[in-house]
Nanobody, 118 residues
């Protein structure tokens, strides 16, 4: 099992930027697909970005970028041009393969809050 700890959430103004980090245990981190999900009250958990072990990404929101540093066992989510609708709890996840749904991800962090003020 992979241990995941998110950090970097907080309060930002609309149009601003925020960078989230997810630190993982050193257990074969480079072999795992990683992903970021978000969930707002009353809404379903939604994939924000996924990144393969080799760095290939799937990111529906183009102002956001994802990257990973396997040497540091860390994955990042760079969020630019933030909007109020981006407000949510953001979760880091890992799994054996990249997937759009949450089912394939076997390890989850506790989440970090992102609040965007208008």
């Amino acid at each position: 099992q992979v241990q995941l700890v998110e950090s970097g959430g907080g309060l930002v103004q609309a149009g601003g930027s925020l960078k989230l980090s997810c630190a993982a245990s050193g257990r074969a981190f480079s072999n795992y697909a990683m992903a970021w999900f978000r969930q707002a009250p009353g809404k379903e958990r939604e994939l924000v970005a996924a990144i393969s072990p080799r760095g290939g990404t799937y990111i529906p929101d183009s102002p956001f970028t994802a990257s990973r540093d396997n040497a540091k066992n860390t994955v990042y989510l760079q969020m630019n041009r933030l909007k109020a609708e981006n407000t949510a709890d953001y979760y880091c996840a890992s799994g054996p393969v990249v997937a759009r749904g949450e089912r394939k991800y076997t390890s989850w962090g506790q989440g970090t809050q992102v609040t965007v003020s208008s």
